[in-house]
């Protein structure tokens, strides 16, 4: 029976929440029991419990709990679920909580949830307040449909890394196995590519890897684009060209040597701002989102939709 208040005789409404997990990255019944314990501490609903599956990795399941009409969906899980759950919920104004369980956790990083702690970090969605954050659609080798993405696409070089690393390593040393990953993959040929940034004129060079950056941190808290924020409306473009034996640290050199808001005359790395870039290659290279390897492609257009995504969390101070 539902609570009621005396003075009214009307029943109370309980918030809910809608808990979208991947099983394979969760600790299994222990996190479900003490979410639903923090449920009923906290004054919540009994929480609708969606598991994705490897036909549906979050899109249907994010529907579902828009259809149930709960105050929050909360996407338990990698990068991978955070970005389907996303999709469906950007522009909806429904609040996204965050539950990190997998290894990159980028988003989570990069507003600052404590990656390893999923009860705390549902307490915090619990009692938290809501941010908006942009998004970026991506459309791939022309196709009809758009996807989305929060923090990172890219062309090349990154992306092999996320298509090869090992699974096993990953499990034993997290996001290690990323770095083992690109060291095996530094040799290798370049690709000639014209990236057009807000429909300018392409600039043309020969690169190893294409990235758009949402925000700036990737896995292992290294940041790519150390001048990008989630709700500037901005895209940030990353032209990694390394050239002869020493290509790959010149490359470091102008990543981490550079003046902030200054490309500089390091042409082996480059960057651009906008609110759209098309990027076209000669022939195809691996691709990611979100560290999310999707396969090959030779051309990506993206663009930005300013503050399009509300995530319901607990600022640090």
């Known amino acids: 029976m539902p609570q009621t208040n005396a003075a009214q005789d009307t029943p109370v409404q309980h918030k809910r929440a809608a808990v979208i997990i991947n099983p394979m990255k969760s600790s299994g019944e222990d996190f479900k029991t003490a979410f639903y314990r923090l449920c009923e501490d906290q004054g919540w609903a009994e929480p609708l419990w969606l ?3 490897a036909e549906d990795t979050g899109l249907g399941q ?3 709990a828009l259809k149930a009409g709960v105050d929050v969906v909360i996407a338990a899980g990698g990068d991978g679920t955070v970005r389907c759950v996303a999709e469906v919920l950007a522009g909806t104004g429904k609040p996204m909580g965050l539950v990190p369980l997998g290894t990159g956790n980028l988003l989570a990083r990069n507003v600052g949830i404590d990656i390893a702690d999923p009860v705390g ?3 915090d969605i619990l009692n938290g307040t809501d941010i908006k954050v942009d998004v970026v659609k991506a459309t791939l080798d022309h196709a009809q449909e758009e996807q989305l993405f929060l923090v990172m696409a890219g062309l090349g070089y990154d992306a092999a890394i996320m298509a090869n ?3 096993e390593l990953k499990d034993r040393v997290g996001w ?3 770095v083992e990953a690109g060291i095996r993959h530094l040799p290798g040929k370049p690709v000639k590519a014209q990236i057009s940034i807000d429909g300018q004129p392409p600039v043309r ?5 294409v990235m758009v950056g949402n925000c700036g941190q990737i896995t292992g808290g290294v940041e790519v684009f150390p001048e990008a924020k989630l709700d500037d409306n901005i895209l940030d473009v990353l032209i990694l060209a390394p050239v002869g034996k020493l290509g790959w640290f010149t490359v470091l050199a102008g990543m981490f040597g550079r003046k902030k808001g200054q490309n500089g005359k390091n042409k082996s790395v480059e960057y651009f701002t906008g609110k759209t870039a098309e990027i076209s290659l000669d022939h195809e290279q691996e691709f990611q989102l979100d560290g999310d ?3 090959k492609a030779k051309h990506l257009r993206v663009a930005v939709e300013h503050e399009a995504l509300t995530i319901r969390m607990t600022k640090s101070a």
């Open 51 to 53: 598991e994705t599956t």
């Open 62 to 64: 994010a529907r579902e």
């Open 121 to 123: 970090a549902s307490l």
């Open 165 to 167: 690393t090992v699974d």
């Open 176 to 178: 290690l196995a990323y």
């Open 205 to 209: 060079r020969r690169v190893r890897s």
């Open 293 to 295: 390897h999707l396969g």
